[in-house]
């Protein structure tokens, strides 16, 4: 199973940006996965935000962060990133990366277990 490593998070102001990264350490498979960033506020479900084919790089994102964040990714360095902009309060979670696939039209996490995650905090 891959093993993801989320880190980038931070205080930031509204309106303000950051970019998260997500770190693969398994490459061998990488190529047939979509890798994507779901969030968790205090007291709410966790919820998809974006997420992008690692081979065609084809990218999806809620409709919530459309326009605002941008999510890529690093061939070499195995890496996903997602770029954050004009951050709103209700940014503030906790974002997780996973290898996820869609089904019946709702983003999933393949794998069995989430990873530590990284904080966002927007203050207003």
């Known amino acids: 199973q891959v093993r993801l490593v989320e880190s980038g998070g931070g205080l930031v102001q509204a309106g303000g940006s950051l970019r998260l990264s997500c770190a693969a350490s398994?490459?061998?498979?990488?190529?047939?996965?979509?890798m994507g960033w779901f969030r968790q506020a205090p007291g709410q479900e966790r919820e998809f935000v974006a997420a992008?084919?690692?081979?065609?790089?084809?990218?999806y994102y809620a409709d919530s962060v459309k326009g605002r964040f941008t999510i890529s990714r690093d061939y070499g360095k195995y890496t996903v990133y997602l770029q954050m902009s004009s951050l709103k309060p209700e940014d503030a979670a906790v974002y997780y990366c996973?290898?996820?696939?869609?089904?019946?039209?709702?983003?999933?996490?393949?794998?069995?277990?989430w990873g530590q995650g990284t904080q966002v905090t927007v203050s207003s």
């Open positions: 398994e490459r061998t498979f990488i190529n047939s996965y979509v």
């Open positions: 996973a290898v996820v696939y869609r089904e019946d039209s709702k983003w999933r996490n393949a794998g069995s277990n």
């Open positions: 992008i084919s690692w081979s065609a790089g084809t990218t």
